[in-house]
């Protein structure tokens, strides 16, 4: 069983800075990709954020030199630094993963999502 369990959401002023962090755990044999996806009241599920393994970064153009990807393989973890954040950030933050687990298993994982709240 694995597991993704995010943390850092909450409410903060137009321009200030969140920072969103996953933990990932369980019966990991190695995490591949991993990503940040948000989902806005009434809006599909979109990708913020995405880093492979060997650390490669790809970006949604809405949120380009805004936020930045990290990773720490040593701790099974992904962040997700949030500046300059604006009202149409607002939305349900989920972690995503793709695992290999002990069984080798090759599968991906959701957490269960943490709001991000962007005031004007």
């Known amino acids: 069983q694995v597991q993704l369990v995010e943390s850092g959401g909450g409410l903060v002023q137009a321009g200030g800075s969140l920072r969103l962090s996953c933990a990932a755990s369980?019966?990991?044999?190695?995490?591949?990709?991993m990503a940040w996806y948000r989902q806005a009241p009434g809006k599909q599920r979109e990708l913020v954020a995405g880093?492979?393994?060997?650390?490669?970064?790809n970006y949604a153009d809405s949120v380009k030199d805004r936020f930045t990807i990290s990773r720490d393989n040593a701790k099974d973890t992904v962040s997700l630094q949030m500046n300059s954040l604006k009202p149409e950030d607002t939305a349900v933050y989920y972690c995503n993963a793709e695992i290999t687990t002990t069984r080798r298993f090759r599968l991906v994982y959701w957490g269960q999502g943490t709001q991000v709240t962007v005031s004007s």
């Open positions: 369980g019966s990991i044999f190695s995490i591949n990709d």
């Open positions: 880093i492979t393994s060997g650390g490669s970064t």
